[in-house]
C-alpha cells in the first residue's frame, strides 16, 4: 500500500494586513494610526497526498495556492491544524527534511546572476553536502535529462527565460529530493519550453517517484502531469479529487458539429428530438450528453444521410475557469 | 554543525563572490581608489582638528590616529563583510528570496551574513593594519604576547558588536519591511567612532557607550594599544560583544517566526 507522504489536518492560516484609504488624508491617517485586521487566508482545509503523486494546486490569484505550499515546505508557520510531510513538522526545518524537499518559484530565482550555472550547482552541491564526485555525476544526469549543455558554462545573466529555468530546476534538484513543491513552474516560457518542463517533470517522477505538489495557471501543465487536482476558492479546498472526474461534472455535454449530405437532411435531425445549438444549411451543431453519446452517435449514423462530423471538446481553460470562481463541487 | 561541511561551504563562498565581482573590473579599481583616498581624506580631516591645539580630549594626534587604524580596519571589514551581506537580507526579504535560503540545510544566519565578500575591502584592511603597524612604532608600543591577545580580544569584540547591530537592525526587516535608513544612521554613528570617546560631551558619551556602544568598538581597542585601558573596560567589552551576539542570534530565530514571505 502506498503511504501518505503529506497528511494536513484542519490548517489554517491568518495574516495581519494594514489597509489604506485613498488620497493624502489617508496616507497620512495610515502614516500614523494603522488600521489592520486579521486575514484569514486558509480556512481550515485537509487533505493527504500519496508517495510519488502529481497533485495539481488550482484556484484564482489570492485564493491561497502559494501559502498552502509555502506552509507544506516549512516557510510559514501556520496559525491552526497540523501538518506532517514526510514524517516531519514542516516549520521547525530539520536538515534530514530540507535535504528532502525543493521548492521551485517560476518568480524568483536562487542561480548566481553573474556567474554560469555549473557554479551554482557546486555551491549547492557543497550546502548539500555532496562530493565534488557525486555532485558532477548528478549534474551530467540531470543535465541529459533537460537537455542542457553549453549553457551550464554561460553567466546566468546572458541565458534566455527557458534556459535560465532549466538551470533553476538542475539547482533545486541536485540533492535529489524526494518531494518537489513548484510554484507555477512555467511562467513566462513560450510554449515549446513549457512542453520540454512537463516532459522532463514527467520523467523525473517516473524515474525517482518523487512526490510533485503543483500550482500553475497554464491548464495543459495540470492536465498532462496532474491525475488528481485540489481546487482552493478563498482559502478553502472546492475540490479535492481526480482531474477527469472533475471536466466530466463541469461539461457534461459534448458539441458535434454533423455536415449532411442535403438541407432536408439536417432538418430532419433538427426536428428528430436532440438539442440544436445552431444550423447552416446542411451543417447543424448538437448538444450530447456525454453517457448517451456512443447510442446518439450510432442513431444519427444509422438513420441519417451524413458526410462527415466533429466532436467538439470544450476549451479546458473554459471548463476549468469554472472552477475559480465556485465554492464547492460535490463529485 | 558539521564544521567541516561549514567550511567547505565558505569556501565556495568566497570562490563565487571574487569570480562574480571580479566579472566587473572597472568597479573594482574604482573602490580600491575610493578607499585610498578615503583613507588620505580621513587623516587630513583628523589632523586639522589637532592644528590649533596638541590635544583632543585628552589624546595626541598621533594616538588618536590608532583610532583611525582600527576604524579602518573595522570598516575594511564592514564593506569586506556586512556590507554586502546585511544590506542583502533587507531585499532577501522584501522580494522573497530568503525562501530559498530557508529552505537550504545550513544554518540560514550563516548563509545570508557570509554568503558574499567585497574584496576591495580587503585593500582597506591591510591599508589599516599599515597605519596600525606605523603608529606602533611613532607611538613606541612594546609588541608584547599579553598586548597582542589583548589586542586581538578587543578588536574580535568590535566586529562582533558592529555585526550584531547591523544584523538585528537587518532582521527588523521582516516586520518593518524597509530599513535602510536606519542602517545608514548607523553607518554615520560608526564615522563618530573615528574620534576619541573623551571628546565628546559627558552626555554624547553616555549615549554612545549605553544606547549605541560605539566606544566599545573603536575606543577600548585603542586604549589598548596605548596601555591605557583598564581590565575592566576589556572585561565589560567581552561582556557586551557576547550579549550582543547572542541576543543577535535569538532575534533572528525569534523573528523568522514571523515571517510571512513575499506574495508570487
Redesign the interface.
Known amino acids: 500500500m502506498v503511504q501518505n507522504i503529506i497528511d494536513v489536518r484542519n490548517l489554517s492560516k491568518s ?1 495581519d494586513i494594514s489597509s489604506k484609504e485613498p488620497g493624502f488624508k489617508g496616507t497620512i491617517k495610515h502614516f500614523f494610526r494603522r488600521q489592520t485586521k486579521s486575514l484569514k487566508v486558509i480556512k481550515d482545509i485537509s487533505f493527504e497526498i500519496k508517495e510519488g503523486e502529481i497533485v495539481g494546486f488550482l484556484g484564482a490569484n489570492g485564493a491561497g495556492k ?1 501559502t498552502i505550499l ?1 506552509m507544506l ?5 501556520p496559525s491552526e491544524g497540523s501538518i506532517l510531510v514526510s514524517g516531519y513538522l514542516p516549520f521547525r ?1 530539520k ?2 527534511f ?2 528532502n ?3 521551485i ?1 517560476g ?4 542561480l ?4 554560469p550555472p555549473i ?2 550547482f ?3 552541491a ?4 555532496l562530493d565534488k564526485f557525486e555532485a558532477k555525476k548528478r549534474i551530467k544526469k540531470l543535465s541529459e535529462m533537460l537537455e542542457i549543455d553549453e549553457e551550464l558554462f554561460i ?1 546566468v545573466r546572458k541565458l534566455s527565460l527557458g534556459q535560465r529555468m532549466k538551470s533553476e530546476l538542475l539547482a533545486a534538484l541536485i540533492h535529489e529530493p524526494n518531494i518537489l513543491f513548484l ?2 513552474p512555467t511562467l513566462g516560457l513560450d510554449i515549446n519550453a513549457q512542453r520540454n518542463l512537463r516532459k522532463f517533470l514527467q520523467k523525473y517522477n517516473k524515474e525517482t517517484n518523487a512526490t510533485i505538489c503543483l500550482t500553475s495557471h497554464y491548464m495543459k501543465d495540470i492536465t498532462s502531469l496532474c491525475k488528481r487536482v485540489i481546487c482552493v476558492h478563498e482559502g478553502a479546498i472546492s475540490y479535492d479529487g481526480k482531474l477527469d472526474l472533475l471536466l466530466k461534472k463541469l461539461s457534461p455535454v459534448k458539441e458535434i458539429l454533423i455536415i449532411c449530405r442535403s438541407e432536408e437532411d439536417a432538418i430532419k435531425l433538427g426536428n428528430s428530438g436532440f438539442t440544436v445549438k445552431n444550423k447552416i444549411k446542411n451543417e447543424i451543431t448538437i448538444k450530447i450528453e456525454n453517457k448517451s453519446i456512443t447510442s446518439s452517435l450510432k442513431t444519427i449514423l444509422n438513420n441519417f444521410d451524413i458526410e462527415d462530423l466533429f466532436i467538439n471538446e470544450p476549451p479546458i481553460d473554459e471548463v476549468i475557469g469554472k472552477v475559480l470562481i465556485k465554492k464547492d463541487y460535490d463529485i | 554543525m558539521n564544521l567541516r561541511k561549514y567550511l567547505k561551504v565558505y569556501k565556495k563562498f568566497l570562490h563565487t563572490s571574487l569570480a562574480s565581482e571580479l566579472e566587473y573590473k572597472t568597479n573594482i579599481l574604482v573602490d580600491l581608489i575610493t578607499a585610498i583616498l578615503s583613507l588620505v581624506g580621513s587623516i587630513f580631516l583628523l589632523s586639522i582638528f589637532f592644528q590649533n591645539n596638541g590635544y583632543i580630549g585628552g589624546w595626541k594626534f598621533e594616538q588618536a590616529l590608532i583610532i583611525q587604524a582600527i576604524y579602518t580596519i573595522l570598516n575594511g571589514i564592514t564593506n569586506t563583510w556586512f556590507n554586502p551581506n546585511l544590506t542583502e537580507i533587507v531585499k532577501h526579504i522584501r522580494e522573497g528570496t530568503l525562501d530559498f535560503v530557508l529552505l537550504k540545510p545550513i544554518d540560514s544566519q550563516f548563509f545570508i551574513s557570509l554568503k558574499k565578500i567585497n574584496p576591495s575591502g580587503f585593500l582597506e584592511i591591510m591599508l589599516g593594519f599599515f597605519l596600525l603597524l606605523f603608529c606602533i612604532r611613532i607611538n613606541q608600543i612594546n609588541l608584547s604576547l599579553s598586548f597582542l591577545s589583548l589586542s586581538l580580544i578587543t578588536i574580535s569584540c568590535s566586529i562582533c558588536i558592529l555585526y550584531s547591530l547591523w544584523f538585528f537592525i537587518s532582521t527588523t526587516t521582516i516586520w518593518f519591511v524597509k530599513t535602510w535608513n536606519a542602517i545608514e544612521v548607523l553607518r554615520s554613528f560608526l564615522y563618530i567612532g573615528r574620534f576619541p570617546l573623551n571628546s565628546f560631551s559627558f552626555s554624547l558619551r553616555i549615549f554612545f557607550s549605553i544606547f549605541i556602544p560605539i566606544a566599545f568598538i573603536t575606543t577600548i581597542p585603542s586604549e589598548v594599544f596605548l596601555g591605557l585601558s583598564q581590565l575592566w573596560k576589556i572585561l565589560v567589552e567581552v561582556i557586551v560583544a557576547s550579549v550582543f551576539l547572542i541576543t543577535s542570534r535569538k532575534f533572528w530565530l525569534f523573528a523568522l517566526k514571523f515571517y510571512s514571505s513575499a506574495s508570487s
Open positions: 495574516f502559494t509555502k515546505c516549512g516557510l510559514i508557520y526545518r536538515e534530514n530540507l535535504k524537499i525543493t521548492l518559484m518568480q524568483k530565482q536562487q548566481i546572476w553573474d556567474l557554479e551554482s557546486y555551491l549547492n557543497s550546502i548539500y553536502d553567466p510554484d507555477e
